[in-house]
Protein backbone atom coordinates (compact mmCIF):
# COMPACT_ATOMS: atom_id res chain seq x y z
CA UNK A 1 0.00 0.00 0.00
CA UNK A 2 1.48 3.67 -0.56
CA UNK A 3 2.42 5.66 1.72
CA UNK A 4 1.14 8.79 1.41
CA UNK A 5 -1.99 9.07 3.13
CA UNK A 6 -5.47 10.29 1.36
CA UNK A 7 -7.59 8.18 3.61
CA UNK A 8 -8.20 7.21 7.40
CA UNK A 9 -9.61 5.17 9.41
CA UNK A 10 -10.22 6.03 13.00
CA UNK A 11 -11.22 3.28 15.76
CA UNK A 12 -11.60 2.44 19.59
CA UNK A 13 -10.33 -0.80 20.85
CA UNK A 14 -10.17 -2.46 24.31
CA UNK A 15 -11.67 -1.12 27.21
CA UNK A 16 -13.69 2.35 26.92
CA UNK A 17 -13.14 5.38 28.09
CA UNK A 18 -13.84 8.57 29.27
CA UNK A 19 -12.45 11.24 26.47
CA UNK A 20 -12.55 8.85 23.39
CA UNK A 21 -15.30 10.98 21.55
CA UNK A 22 -13.01 14.15 22.10
CA UNK A 23 -10.30 11.75 20.65
CA UNK A 24 -12.27 10.94 17.54
CA UNK A 25 -13.93 14.34 17.55
CA UNK A 26 -10.46 15.74 17.12
CA UNK A 27 -9.33 13.15 14.43
CA UNK A 28 -12.18 13.61 11.95
CA UNK A 29 -12.44 16.85 12.44
CA UNK A 30 -8.11 17.80 11.57
CA UNK A 31 -8.10 14.88 8.91
CA UNK A 32 -11.20 17.23 7.47
CA UNK A 33 -9.09 20.27 7.15
CA UNK A 34 -5.94 18.56 5.97
CA UNK A 35 -8.03 17.24 3.05
CA UNK A 36 -8.27 13.63 4.15
CA UNK A 37 -11.37 11.84 3.75
CA UNK A 38 -12.20 10.04 7.23
CA UNK A 39 -13.94 6.55 8.02
CA UNK A 40 -14.86 5.54 11.63
CA UNK A 41 -14.31 1.98 12.08
CA UNK A 42 -16.97 0.43 14.38
CA UNK A 43 -16.18 -2.13 17.17
CA UNK A 44 -12.64 -1.75 16.81
CA UNK A 45 -10.82 -4.32 14.62
CA UNK A 46 -13.62 -6.82 14.82
CA UNK A 47 -15.70 -3.89 13.02
CA UNK A 48 -12.85 -3.74 10.53
CA UNK A 49 -12.18 -7.33 9.70
CA UNK A 50 -16.68 -7.46 9.24
CA UNK A 51 -16.30 -4.02 7.06
CA UNK A 52 -18.56 -2.50 9.67
CA UNK A 53 -16.97 1.18 8.22
CA UNK A 54 -18.75 4.45 7.50
CA UNK A 55 -17.85 7.64 6.03
CA UNK A 56 -17.23 10.73 8.55
CA UNK A 57 -18.39 14.16 8.43
CA UNK A 58 -17.74 17.20 10.17
CA UNK A 59 -20.97 17.09 11.52
CA UNK A 60 -20.85 13.09 12.55
CA UNK A 61 -18.71 14.36 15.38
CA UNK A 62 -20.79 17.03 16.54
CA UNK A 63 -22.14 17.69 20.20
CA UNK A 64 -19.96 14.27 21.34
CA UNK A 65 -16.81 15.99 23.00
CA UNK A 66 -19.08 15.71 26.65
CA UNK A 67 -20.30 12.05 26.46
CA UNK A 68 -18.41 9.17 27.51
CA UNK A 69 -18.03 6.12 26.44
CA UNK A 70 -17.17 5.44 22.22
CA UNK A 71 -19.65 6.64 19.39
CA UNK A 72 -17.20 4.31 17.43
CA UNK A 73 -18.26 1.35 19.98
CA UNK A 74 -15.37 -1.33 21.06
CA UNK A 75 -14.81 -4.49 21.15
CA UNK A 76 -11.45 -7.17 21.84
CA UNK A 77 -10.83 -9.09 18.73
CA UNK A 78 -8.97 -12.37 18.74
CA UNK A 79 -8.74 -12.90 15.50
CA UNK A 80 -7.11 -10.05 14.34
CA UNK A 81 -3.89 -11.30 16.48
CA UNK A 82 -3.97 -14.20 14.33
CA UNK A 83 -1.93 -13.40 10.52
CA UNK A 84 -5.31 -14.63 8.54
CA UNK A 85 -7.41 -12.35 10.65
CA UNK A 86 -4.87 -9.29 9.63
CA UNK A 87 -4.56 -10.73 5.89
CA UNK A 88 -8.41 -10.20 6.21
CA UNK A 89 -8.33 -6.64 7.91
CA UNK A 90 -5.86 -5.54 4.87
CA UNK A 91 -8.13 -6.57 2.32
CA UNK A 92 -10.96 -4.73 3.67
CA UNK A 93 -8.60 -1.24 4.07
CA UNK A 94 -7.56 -2.23 0.23
CA UNK A 95 -11.35 -2.45 -0.91
CA UNK A 96 -12.15 0.95 1.22
CA UNK A 97 -9.23 2.89 -0.29
CA UNK A 98 -7.95 3.36 3.45
CA UNK A 99 -3.94 3.59 3.34
CA UNK A 100 -3.55 4.84 7.26
CA UNK A 101 -4.77 4.29 10.62
CA UNK A 102 -5.76 5.84 14.12
CA UNK A 103 -6.36 3.60 17.40
CA UNK A 104 -7.20 4.78 19.93
CA UNK A 105 -6.84 2.32 22.89
CA UNK A 106 -4.45 0.49 25.57
CA UNK A 107 -1.41 -1.67 24.93
CA UNK A 108 -2.53 -4.60 24.06
CA UNK A 109 -4.34 -2.73 21.00
CA UNK A 110 -0.99 -1.22 19.97
CA UNK A 111 0.52 -4.72 20.04
CA UNK A 112 -1.85 -6.14 17.13
CA UNK A 113 -1.73 -2.52 15.37
CA UNK A 114 2.35 -3.16 15.62
CA UNK A 115 2.07 -6.31 13.66
CA UNK A 116 -0.42 -5.49 11.50
CA UNK A 117 1.79 -2.66 10.39
CA UNK A 118 4.91 -4.62 9.83
CA UNK A 119 2.83 -7.10 7.62
CA UNK A 120 1.36 -4.96 5.85
CA UNK A 121 3.24 -1.85 5.94
CA UNK A 122 0.29 0.43 7.06
CA UNK A 123 1.18 3.66 8.58
CA UNK A 124 -0.38 3.69 12.08
CA UNK A 125 -0.66 6.33 14.66
CA UNK A 126 -1.91 5.16 18.34
CA UNK A 127 -3.20 7.05 21.21
CA UNK A 128 -3.28 5.88 24.79
CA UNK A 129 -7.12 5.68 25.50
CA UNK A 130 -6.95 3.99 28.94
CA UNK A 131 -7.98 4.30 32.45
CA UNK A 132 -4.98 2.44 33.69
CA UNK A 133 -2.25 5.02 32.74
CA UNK A 134 0.30 1.82 32.51
CA UNK A 135 1.39 2.94 28.94
CA UNK A 136 4.86 3.95 28.54
CA UNK A 137 5.83 7.32 26.60
CA UNK A 138 3.26 9.33 28.25
CA UNK A 139 2.07 11.27 31.60
CA UNK A 140 -1.47 10.94 30.69
CA UNK A 141 -3.84 8.33 28.86
CA UNK A 142 -7.43 9.53 27.90
CA UNK A 143 -9.62 8.59 30.54
CA UNK A 144 -7.49 8.15 33.73
CA UNK A 145 -8.04 11.54 35.05
CA UNK A 146 -12.04 11.31 34.94
CA UNK A 147 -11.41 7.44 36.62
CA UNK A 148 -9.18 8.97 38.95
CA UNK A 149 -11.77 12.12 39.36
CA UNK A 150 -15.25 9.37 39.96
CA UNK A 151 -12.90 7.00 42.60
CA UNK A 152 -12.07 9.98 45.17
CA UNK A 153 -15.68 11.35 44.83
CA UNK A 154 -16.93 7.88 45.65
CA UNK A 155 -14.03 7.22 48.42
CA UNK A 156 -14.99 10.79 50.11
CA UNK A 157 -18.73 9.32 50.37
CA UNK A 158 -17.73 5.95 51.92
CA UNK A 159 -15.09 7.76 54.28
CA UNK A 160 -18.05 9.69 56.24
CA UNK A 161 -19.92 6.15 56.54
CA UNK A 162 -16.51 5.10 57.75
CA UNK A 163 -16.16 7.86 60.21
CA UNK A 164 -19.81 7.73 61.21
CA UNK A 165 -19.26 3.83 62.30
CA UNK A 166 -15.69 3.79 63.69
CA UNK A 167 -14.60 0.96 60.99
CA UNK A 168 -12.38 0.14 58.18
CA UNK A 169 -13.40 0.25 54.49
CA UNK A 170 -11.09 -1.55 51.99
CA UNK A 171 -12.33 -0.01 48.54
CA UNK A 172 -11.26 -1.90 45.16
CA UNK A 173 -10.40 0.02 42.17
CA UNK A 174 -9.69 -0.55 38.47
CA UNK A 175 -6.78 -0.48 36.77
CA UNK A 176 -5.99 -4.47 36.11
CA UNK A 177 -2.43 -4.67 36.44
CA UNK A 178 -2.21 -1.14 37.12
CA UNK A 179 -1.63 0.76 40.21
CA UNK A 180 -1.97 4.10 39.11
CA UNK A 181 -5.45 4.59 40.16
CA UNK A 182 -5.27 2.96 43.59
CA UNK A 183 -2.33 5.12 43.93
CA UNK A 184 -3.30 8.66 42.90
CA UNK A 185 -7.31 7.79 44.55
CA UNK A 186 -5.29 6.81 47.60
CA UNK A 187 -3.29 9.59 48.36
CA UNK A 188 -6.23 12.09 47.45
CA UNK A 189 -8.29 10.69 49.97
CA UNK A 190 -5.88 10.34 53.05
CA UNK A 191 -5.86 6.46 52.53
CA UNK A 192 -4.41 4.59 55.44
CA UNK A 193 -2.96 1.64 53.16
CA UNK A 194 -2.65 1.81 49.35
CA UNK A 195 -1.93 -1.63 47.72
CA UNK A 196 -1.18 -1.68 44.27
CA UNK A 197 0.08 -4.89 41.98
CA UNK A 198 3.86 -3.02 41.18
CA UNK A 199 4.84 -3.87 44.79
CA UNK A 200 4.34 -6.80 46.80
CA UNK A 201 1.82 -6.61 49.40
CA UNK A 202 2.98 -7.41 52.96
CA UNK A 203 0.00 -8.49 54.93
CA UNK A 204 2.02 -8.26 58.12
CA UNK A 205 2.72 -4.78 58.06
CA UNK A 206 -1.09 -3.88 57.04
CA UNK A 207 -2.02 -5.91 60.15
CA UNK A 208 0.48 -4.01 62.06
CA UNK A 209 -0.50 -0.75 60.81
CA UNK A 210 -4.04 -1.42 61.90
CA UNK A 211 -3.18 -2.46 65.24
CA UNK A 212 -1.10 0.12 65.76
CA UNK A 213 -3.50 3.06 64.87
CA UNK A 214 -6.31 1.07 67.18
CA UNK A 215 -3.39 1.59 69.83
CA UNK A 216 -3.86 5.18 69.04
CA UNK A 217 -7.76 5.47 68.68
CA UNK A 218 -7.61 5.93 65.47
CA UNK A 219 -10.52 3.47 64.50
CA UNK A 220 -11.81 4.68 60.91
CA UNK A 221 -9.35 3.62 58.60
CA UNK A 222 -9.02 2.96 54.61
CA UNK A 223 -7.22 0.83 52.46
CA UNK A 224 -7.44 1.47 48.80
CA UNK A 225 -7.16 -2.08 46.70
CA UNK A 226 -6.18 -2.11 42.72
CA UNK A 227 -8.20 -4.98 41.09
CA UNK A 228 -4.90 -6.60 40.45
CA UNK A 229 -3.63 -7.05 43.59
CA UNK A 230 -1.71 -10.42 44.54
CA UNK A 231 -4.20 -10.90 47.19
CA UNK A 232 -7.08 -11.36 44.64
CA UNK A 233 -8.76 -7.72 45.71
CA UNK A 234 -10.68 -6.33 48.46
CA UNK A 235 -12.57 -9.11 49.10
CA UNK A 236 -9.47 -11.37 49.38
CA UNK A 237 -7.54 -8.76 51.71
CA UNK A 238 -10.53 -8.23 54.07
CA UNK A 239 -10.98 -12.52 54.90
CA UNK A 240 -7.21 -11.89 55.01
CA UNK A 241 -7.71 -9.18 58.06
CA UNK A 242 -10.62 -10.61 59.38
CA UNK A 243 -8.31 -13.91 59.99
CA UNK A 244 -5.84 -12.02 61.77
CA UNK A 245 -8.47 -9.27 63.73
CA UNK A 246 -11.44 -10.95 64.47
CA UNK A 247 -12.76 -7.83 66.44
CA UNK A 248 -12.45 -5.67 63.48
CA UNK A 249 -15.25 -3.84 62.15
CA UNK A 250 -14.89 -3.72 58.30
CA UNK A 251 -16.49 -3.44 55.11
CA UNK A 252 -15.65 -3.85 51.17
CA UNK A 253 -16.47 -2.17 48.42
CA UNK A 254 -16.04 -2.77 45.22
CA UNK A 255 -16.49 0.22 43.13
CA UNK A 256 -16.24 -1.43 39.73
CA UNK A 257 -17.10 0.39 35.90
CA UNK A 258 -18.61 3.56 37.61
CA UNK A 259 -14.65 4.08 36.78
CA UNK A 260 -15.18 4.00 33.30
CA UNK A 261 -18.33 5.74 32.46
CA UNK A 262 -19.52 9.27 32.79
CA UNK A 263 -19.25 12.97 31.08
CA UNK A 264 -14.90 13.03 30.22
CA UNK A 265 -13.05 15.47 33.27
CA UNK A 266 -12.02 18.76 31.49
CA UNK A 267 -8.17 17.52 31.60
CA UNK A 268 -9.50 14.43 29.89
CA UNK A 269 -11.55 16.67 26.85
CA UNK A 270 -8.06 18.63 25.98
CA UNK A 271 -5.53 16.02 26.23
CA UNK A 272 -7.87 14.06 24.22
CA UNK A 273 -8.13 16.52 21.54
CA UNK A 274 -4.74 17.71 21.36
CA UNK A 275 -3.64 13.91 20.98
CA UNK A 276 -6.49 13.31 18.43
CA UNK A 277 -4.82 16.57 16.12
CA UNK A 278 -1.38 15.59 16.63
CA UNK A 279 -2.06 12.10 15.38
CA UNK A 280 -3.52 13.10 12.06
CA UNK A 281 -0.67 16.04 11.68
CA UNK A 282 1.62 13.09 12.15
CA UNK A 283 -0.25 11.15 8.65
CA UNK A 284 -0.01 14.44 6.90
CA UNK A 285 3.67 14.77 7.33
CA UNK A 286 4.51 11.38 6.97
CA UNK A 287 5.54 10.47 10.84
CA UNK A 288 4.24 6.92 10.57
CA UNK A 289 4.27 4.03 13.42
CA UNK A 290 4.52 6.29 16.32
CA UNK A 291 2.77 6.58 19.27
CA UNK A 292 1.17 10.23 20.44
CA UNK A 293 1.44 11.06 24.06
CA UNK A 294 2.55 13.81 26.18
CA UNK A 295 5.70 14.52 28.69
CA UNK A 296 6.32 17.37 30.38
CA UNK A 297 3.77 19.42 28.49
CA UNK A 298 5.01 18.56 25.08
CA UNK A 299 3.79 16.13 22.56
CA UNK A 300 6.16 12.97 22.70
CA UNK A 301 6.02 10.82 19.87
CA UNK A 302 7.49 6.79 20.70
CA UNK A 303 7.59 4.11 18.45
CA UNK A 304 4.84 2.07 18.41
CA UNK A 305 6.81 -1.05 18.79
CA UNK A 306 8.65 0.20 22.04
CA UNK A 307 5.21 1.48 23.18
CA UNK A 308 3.80 -1.85 23.36
CA UNK A 309 6.93 -3.58 24.24
CA UNK A 310 7.18 -1.46 27.48
CA UNK A 311 4.64 -0.22 30.46
CA UNK A 312 4.40 2.71 32.84
CA UNK A 313 5.92 2.32 36.09
CA UNK A 314 5.01 3.83 39.64
CA UNK A 315 8.28 5.81 40.86
CA UNK A 316 9.76 4.64 44.45
CA UNK A 317 8.89 8.42 44.96
CA UNK A 318 5.12 8.03 45.25
CA UNK A 319 5.84 4.86 47.31
CA UNK A 320 7.26 7.08 49.83
CA UNK A 321 4.79 9.52 49.44
CA UNK A 322 2.40 6.92 50.27
CA UNK A 323 4.42 5.54 53.64
CA UNK A 324 5.07 8.96 55.57
CA UNK A 325 1.46 10.52 54.34
CA UNK A 326 -0.16 7.69 55.99
CA UNK A 327 1.02 7.20 58.96
Known sequence: MEKKVSRIGVLTSGGDSPGMNAAIRAVVRTGIYNDLEVYGIMRGFQGLLENDIYKMESRSVANIIQRGGTILKTARCKDFFKP??????????????????????????????????NEYNIPVIGIAGTIDKDIYGTDFTIGFDTAVNTAVEAID????????????????????????????????TGAENILVPERK??????????????????????????????????TNIAALIKERLPLIEARVCILGHIQRGGAPSCLDRLIASRMGYHAVECLVEGRYNVFVGIQHNKMNYVPLEKVSKKRGTISEEWMKIVKILAS
Open 84 to 117: EGRKKAYDVLVKRGINGLVVIGGDGSFRGAVDFS
Open 157 to 188: KIRDTADAHDRLFIIEVMGREAGFIALHSGIA
Open 201 to 234: TNLEDIINSLQEKERRKKLVNIIVVAEGDENGGA
